[in-house]
């Protein structure tokens, strides 16, 4: 392990002393966005000192050493693994600023360090065909309504895989930045994947959705009836190029680790999209085998479907909440989504729907473009597992209040990931079905 590291360090020594004009090296960091010869990183202060662009040494150096004008580390003393500036500051919740951490020096859209400025977009956009206005960078991305907590990734992620050292960057626990390659260019391609699970660290994740799941997985619409990723000319394009982010997000989110979340105070909820008896938008099929009468173009074809953890999940950020991306199944969501979803159990009926927002997009309402959900919680045709049977008296029981035209019940009180229908057996105990609503 030791010498394995000391002979890393001794590599990087000799590129920086000995490599500085020399042309980019071959290999996976050659073929990475980082070290790509026309593309990757390229510094004004280390251009100055005559290094290549792709060159380590845009990212590595002997503590400020080059030219002086690079941030200097914040502490005073070297930057952990020879960077140009501290990895991360370990600040416990946003709003983050560019010096907290490495990879914003680069990855913003004011002040960027790299020469000419890089633009990222949101999932929903370079991926999804999203043409709405929206943040154009990383570090803006982590600054939206919610985000990936990066001090709660990091301790997560540290002491848990091993090549996560105690100053290692929360971005690193999903990104390798010597691999990592240019998705957004060859947004079709998924061996030019832009991630690596934690779990295998030093590959890409290049198996695509279709490989590991087959048919099931329907790519959702992008723009018209082009799919995901970025106008797939057919279902089974899509399939084929959007990279397999199901085992992906599961190494982390999954039926057995305990994720803590900061902004909640709490583990976060298990989540179980592997098993038969798991969520119904992962493997656990559908409860009729024929297509859902309530279902939204394309799932209205076939049943027992899979989705994408990014079919509804921006990676990074996003202006709703819970990472909900705001374009989904192509077409923007109606309205934001901006109160938290899970709610309490014991803490009545509320009256929030704006989760239907989402559904929407997937699911067919009372009347199209309506976010009223009657139809589907009251039965009809071809639909098995509506709550409600049909009592007269009873609509108080569900719906809280004795008179008065039924207000809507909040949504998360019975949709979140790992949901039962708990809640509502405990309003109707003769209802005890074992069913899972989300
Ligand atoms: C929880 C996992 C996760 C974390 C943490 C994470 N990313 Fe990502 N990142 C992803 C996923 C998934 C994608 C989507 C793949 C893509 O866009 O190509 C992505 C995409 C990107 C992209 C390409 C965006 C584009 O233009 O398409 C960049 C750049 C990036 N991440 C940088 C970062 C930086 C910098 C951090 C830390 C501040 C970070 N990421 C933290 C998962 C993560
Ligand atoms: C390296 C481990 C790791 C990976 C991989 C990972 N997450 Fe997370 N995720 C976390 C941690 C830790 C938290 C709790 C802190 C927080 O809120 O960010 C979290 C929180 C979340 C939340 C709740 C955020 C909120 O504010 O409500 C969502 C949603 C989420 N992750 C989705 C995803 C998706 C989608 C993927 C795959 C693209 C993914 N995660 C991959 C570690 C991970
Ligand atoms: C985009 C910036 C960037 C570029 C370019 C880059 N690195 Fe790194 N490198 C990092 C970061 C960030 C880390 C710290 C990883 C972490 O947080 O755990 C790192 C860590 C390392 C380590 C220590 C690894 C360990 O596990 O202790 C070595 C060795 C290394 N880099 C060598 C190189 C070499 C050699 C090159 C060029 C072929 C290179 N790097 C190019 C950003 C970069
Ligand atoms: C010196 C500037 C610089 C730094 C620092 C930097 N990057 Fe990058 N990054 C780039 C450039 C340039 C590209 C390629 C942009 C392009 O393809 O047009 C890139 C591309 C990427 C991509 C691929 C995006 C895609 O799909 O095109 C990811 C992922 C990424 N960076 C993550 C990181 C992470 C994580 C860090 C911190 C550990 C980091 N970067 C630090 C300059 C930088
Ligand atoms: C990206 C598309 C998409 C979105 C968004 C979406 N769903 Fe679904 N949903 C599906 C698909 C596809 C199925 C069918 C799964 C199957 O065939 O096993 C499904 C199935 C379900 C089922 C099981 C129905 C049955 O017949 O057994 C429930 C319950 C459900 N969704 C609730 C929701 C709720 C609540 C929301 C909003 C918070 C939502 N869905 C958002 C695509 C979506
Ligand atoms: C077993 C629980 C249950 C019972 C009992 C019940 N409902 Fe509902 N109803 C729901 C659920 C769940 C929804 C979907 C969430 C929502 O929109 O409030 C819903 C939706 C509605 C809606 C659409 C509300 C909106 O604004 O979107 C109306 C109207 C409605 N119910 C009327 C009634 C009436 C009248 C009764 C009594 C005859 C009744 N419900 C009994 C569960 C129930
Ligand atoms: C009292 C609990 C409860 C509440 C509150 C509730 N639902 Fe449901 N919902 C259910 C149950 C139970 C099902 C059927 C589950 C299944 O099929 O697996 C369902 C099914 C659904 C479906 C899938 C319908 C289909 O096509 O098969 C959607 C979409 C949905 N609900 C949206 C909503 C929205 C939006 C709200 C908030 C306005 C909401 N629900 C509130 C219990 C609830
Ligand atoms: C149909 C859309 C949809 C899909 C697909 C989906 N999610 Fe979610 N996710 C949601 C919604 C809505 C919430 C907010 C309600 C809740 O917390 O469960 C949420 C919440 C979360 C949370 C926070 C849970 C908490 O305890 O607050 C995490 C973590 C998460 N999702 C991860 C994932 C991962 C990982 C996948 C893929 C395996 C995934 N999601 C797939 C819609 C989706």
């Known amino acids: 392990m030791r010498s394995k590291l000391l002979a890393g360090w001794l590599f990087l020594l000799f ?16 073929d990475s966005a980082h070290g790509n010869a026309a593309a990757g990183v390229r510094r004004s202060a280390t251009d100055a000192a005559g290094y290549v ?122 990104h390798n930045p010597h691999r990592a390659r240019r998705n957004r260019e060859y947004p079709r391609d998924p061996a030019y994947s832009a991630v690596s699970r934690p779990t295998d660290h030093e590959n890409l994740v290049t198996t695509s959705m279709g490989a590991t799941f087959g048919s099931a997985y329907e790519p959702p619409y992008c723009t018209g009836t082009t799919r995901e990723p970025a106008s797939s000319g057919s279902a089974a394009a899509g399939r084929a190029a959007t990279p397999d982010y199901v085992s992906f997000c599961t190494s982390c989110h999954n039926s057995v680790n305990q994720v803590y979340s900061s902004l909640y105070n709490r583990n976060l909820q298990r989540i179980d999209w592997w098993s038969a008896s798991g969520a119904k938008h992962g493997a656990r099929d559908r409860t009729d085998s024929s297509p859902s009468p309530t279902a939204a173009p394309p799932y209205n074809v076939n049943y027992d479907y899979l989705l994408s953890c990014l079919d509804c999940h921006e990676p990074h950020g996003s202006s709703n909440v819970t990472l909900i991306r705001t374009r989904v199944n192509g077409g923007e969501l109606a309205g934001a989504i901006t109160t938290p979803v899970v709610v309490p159990p014991d803490s009545g009926y509320g009256s929030d729907n704006q989760l239907g927002y989402l559904c929407l997009r997937c699911h067919l309402s009372d009347a199209a473009g309506t976010n009223q959900w009657q139809l589907v919680h009251h039965g009809g045709p071809g639909v098995l597992d509506a709550p409600y049977g049909g009592a007269l008296n009873r609509c108080r029981d569900c719906h809280g209040n004795a008179q008065g035209p039924p207000r809507p019940i909040t949504c998360g009180k019975c949709h979140f990931h790992g949901a039962t229908d708990f809640w509502l057996r405990d309003k109707r105990p003769e209802m005890e079905t074992g069913r899972r609503t989300f």
């Open 53 to 174: 662009q792709g060159n380590c040494a845009h990212c590595h150096e002997q503590h400020a050493s080059i030219a002086g004008v690079e941030p200097a580390p914040a502490s005073g003393a070297a930057s952990p693994f020879a960077l140009f500036a501290d990895n991360f500051s370990r600040r416990v919740a946003a709003p983050y600023n560019q010096a907290d951490d490495f990879c914003f020096f680069c990855h913003a859209v004011s002040g960027s360090l790299q020469v000419g400025g890089i633009t990222n977009y949101q999932y929903c956009r370079t991926f999804g065909g999203s043409t709405v206005s929206q943040v154009a960078g990383i570090l803006a991305a982590f600054n939206l309504r919610s985000y990936h907590n990066l001090e709660d990734v990091r301790s997560f992620a540290a002491g848990r895989f091993s090549y996560f050292k105690s100053a290692s960057n929360p971005c690193v626990s999903c």
């Open 15 to 30: 590129l920086l002393l000995a490599c500085r004009g020399a042309p980019a090296l071959a290999g996976p960091y050659a």
